[in-house]
T-cell receptor
Framework: EAQVTQNPRYLITVTGKKLTVTCSQN?????MSWYRQDPGLGLRQIYY???????DKGDVPEGYKVSRKEKRNFPLILESPSPNQTSLYFC????????????FGPGTRLTVT | GENVGLHLPTLSVQEGDNSIINCAYS??????FIWYKQESGKGPQFIID?????DKRQGQRVTVLLNKTVKHLSLQIAATQPGDSAVYFC???????????FGQGTRLTINP
């Protein structure tokens, strides 16, 4: 089954404790992206990757890192999480040139206390 | 994946009626305009797209209309079913980053 998977689905952590949210897709997509979804602000792009070893900032990259060492994986790293990073996070992927049709993962609900 | 926006516009329709969801967009340079559906507890799901050089596109039970003059996008859902209950987002796509820029969403509720 074609899908985007994220782990963990739910995470409660404390300020400053490094964490990684994994994202994997099995559709051989070149383009991958991370979004966060917040009440009243909608979905905003954090980082994106056009292909392996090619990443760039989205609209809200502060406090996040990403890497793209393999085509299927695009982890999101929070080196020192803060409460304002409490949010619902989505990973998405698509074929390059067809990013209007992105496939989204199920989401990761992160709470930073 | 629920959208918990406190100020989401809401549209309530009777089952079997047609639904029309509207969206105003801002970037005239976008290449594509898209509709996504987000059901409770899930990530957004692609419904239909329309390229900027078109004004209408039809899918299965859905039609998207694009009015570039007034920067308006609409999604028409025919014979609305209970499974259509969700939050619907319009989005724009284009540029080097190929990012999706989402609107705030509309919650569609189906009355039996």
């Amino acid at each position: 089954e074609a899908q985007v998977t994220q782990n963990p689905r739910y995470l409660i952590t404390v300020t400053g404790k490094k964490l990684t949210v994994t994202c994997s897709q099995n559709m051989n997509h070149e383009y991958m992206s991370w979004y966060r979804q917040d009440p009243g602000l909608g979905l905003r792009q954090i980082y994106y990757s056009m292909n392996v070893e090619v990443t760039d900032k989205g609209d809200v990259p502060e406090g996040y890192k990403v890497s793209r060492k393999e085509k299927r994986n695009f982890p999101l790293i929070l080196e020192s999480p803060s409460p304002n990073q409490t949010s619902l996070y989505f990973c998405a992927s698509s074929h390059s040139g067809a990013a209007y049709e992105q496939y989204f993962g199920p989401g990761t609900r992160l709470t930073v206390t | 994946g629920e959208n918990v926006g406190l100020h989401l516009p809401t549209l309530s329709v009777q089952e079997g009626d047609n639904s029309i969801i509207n969206c105003a967009y801002s970037n005239s340079a976008s290449d594509y305009f898209i509709w996504y559906k987000q059901e409770s507890g899930k990530g957004p799901q692609f419904i239909i797209d329309i390229r900027s050089n078109m004004d209408k596109r039809q899918g299965q039970r859905v039609t998207v209309l694009l009015n570039k003059t007034v920067k308006h996008l609409s999604l028409q859902i025919a014979a609305t079913q209970p499974g259509d209950s969700a939050v619907y987002f319009c989005a724009e796509n284009g540029g080097l980053s190929q990012k999706l820029v989402f609107g705030q969403g509309t919650r569609l509720t189906i009355n039996p």
